[in-house]
């Protein structure tokens, strides 16, 4: 953070936190915990054993599926992708993943249960065919029907959204189409390594509006390279233009793992070819200003809503509330019966453990009830408040005595505060939340690489 920030806080706050100002290689994002790191083969056998129980009363099940193939590989990008699969290694990863799928729907834990969200994230799963499209989802069907499910997510790619693509992920029952645009202008994108082109989002989304999704949501990224000011207040003049039901906003993080990293190495350079951290904080500020102006509601540290009222996110309200989420297909993570776990993050051993008629997890870990109470309340703080009453039912622990150190800094420093049954987040610490919610972790897991 610039140096004004530190100097002279008002009576009563502390000098707020010295902020790397620079881009450098690194995960910033926080999307579990405890952290990735911790999680082992040591912990296999606890997710086993939960498998073996009923699961508790009450907490939903959602399935994940990872859809690992991609036209190209985005420069930023840090998933586990391919680009070079023809249809029959893709078809034999669909049929890994249903029989994945078998292997847990006859477990106590799984069977008999209906979920009630579905998410097919990647990757690009918009990448199958139609074909593929109806033989993975009537396959899911038959094992775990969907006629409980409140929102089934689909990620999709503009440039592989045909008409009759689109009108089959309708009909397959998806109600949540997230477009991954990042950028709407083709310099930017090409630059970065995306296989779309700007006039393809335009005829994607307004094909799937004709067609009636229920919600059309865009993720943009702020600070992709070469990214400028006037590029950025285009991008959230055209996403305003658009009126999608919700805005996702990332601030680009650079992880070792992406190509831009790759090349930051081979040039020597410390520092990222992106905007710095200060810009980018600035720059999703803009956007949710401007959208606000438009009527949406900033919902979380990332999302702007058109109709806060009917624009709910199941997958993620019901994840950050520690529902059930049985992870599917190669390097998915999930959470069964209160454990942890991550598949085999690579495509051959995944298909080898599933044609061995094993389950394909390659780490897990049991957290404490400490951990989990954590977890919950750093992954429902992204909201920007959390009720507090919520955790003493839950957990039997008062978060204010519980995390009053963190929630103290957090207040001196002048970003939150409680209010009645809430704790509240302020736009400047909703901005750098994932750095804040640091301040939540057990010592042991303090500056750990996030991965
Ligand atoms: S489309 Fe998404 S998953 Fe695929 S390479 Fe790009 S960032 Fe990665």
């Known amino acids: 953070m610039s140096s004004d920030n530190t100097a002279h806080p008002p009576a009563g706050l502390l000098p707020k936190p010295v902020l790397q100002k620079e881009t450098t290689a690194g995960n910033y994002f926080v999307s579990n915990y405890p952290p990735f790191s911790a999680w082992k083969t040591d912990g296999i056998p606890l997710f086993e054993a939960a498998l073996q129980r009923p699961p508790t009363p009450d907490t939903p099940l959602g399935i994940y599926l990872h859809i690992p193939f991609c036209r190209k590989r985005c420069h930023f990008c840090y998933f586990r992708v391919y680009t070079d699969k023809d249809a029959s290694a893709i078809r034999s990863y669909i049929d890994a993943a249903l029989r994945e799928m078998e292997l847990y729907s006859g477990l106590p834990f799984i069977g008999g249960r209906k979920p009630s969200f579905v998410y097919f994230g990647g990757g690009t799963p918009s990448y199958l065919s139609v074909d593929q499209l109806k033989h993975l989802t009537s396959g899911m069907q038959r094992m775990l029907p969907w006629d409980e499910v409140e929102e089934v997510t689909f990620e999709a790619e503009p440039g592989t959204l045909t008409d009759h693509k689109l009108k089959a992920i309708r009909e397959m029952g998806v109600t949540r189409l997230s477009l991954g645009v990042e950028n709407f202008d083709d310099h930017v994108l090409e630059i970065n390594g995306r296989a779309h082109h700007s006039k393809e989002i335009g005829r994607a989304y307004a094909y799937a509006r004709e067609i009636g999704f229920p919600q059309i949501n865009i993720d943009l990224i702020a600070g992709m390279v070469e990214e400028t000011e006037d590029n950025w207040r285009e991008c959230v003049r055209r996403t305003a233009e658009l009126s999608p039901d919700s805005v996702t906003i990332y601030q680009m993080e650079v992880p070792y793992n992406t190509t831009i990293y790759k090349q930051m190495r081979a040039d020597g350079k410390l520092n990222a070819p992106v905007a710095d951290w200060d810009t980018k904080r600035r720059w999703v ?84 009830n400490d951990e989990k109470l954590i977890r919950e309340f750093i992954l429902q703080l992204k909201l920007g408040q959390t009720r507090l009453s919520y955790y003493q039912q839950k957990f039997g622990v008062n978060p204010l005595q519980r995390f009053a150190e963190p929630l103290q800094t957090l207040q001196q420093w002048g970003m939150a505060r409680v209010d009645g049954d809430y704790v509240r987040i302020n736009r400047e610490g909703l901005l750098q939340v994932d750095r804040l919610l640091q301040e939540f972790f057990l010592p042991e897991h303090r500056n750990t690489r996030y991965a």
């Open 285 to 368: 500020d803009y956007a949710f200003n401007e959208l606000e102006k438009h009527g949406y509601t900033v919902a979380s540290a990332y999302t702007a809503v058109r109709n806060k009222e009917k624009t709910r996110f199941v997958y993620r309200d019901r994840l950050w509330a520690g529902a059930d989420l049985l992870a599917l297909g190669v390097a998915s993570f999930g959470h069964i019966g209160g454990v942890h776990y991550q598949n085999q993050h690579d495509f051959d051993p995944y298909i080898a453990a599933m044609q061995a008629g094993q389950r394909p997890v390659y780490r897990a870990l049991a957290p404490t």
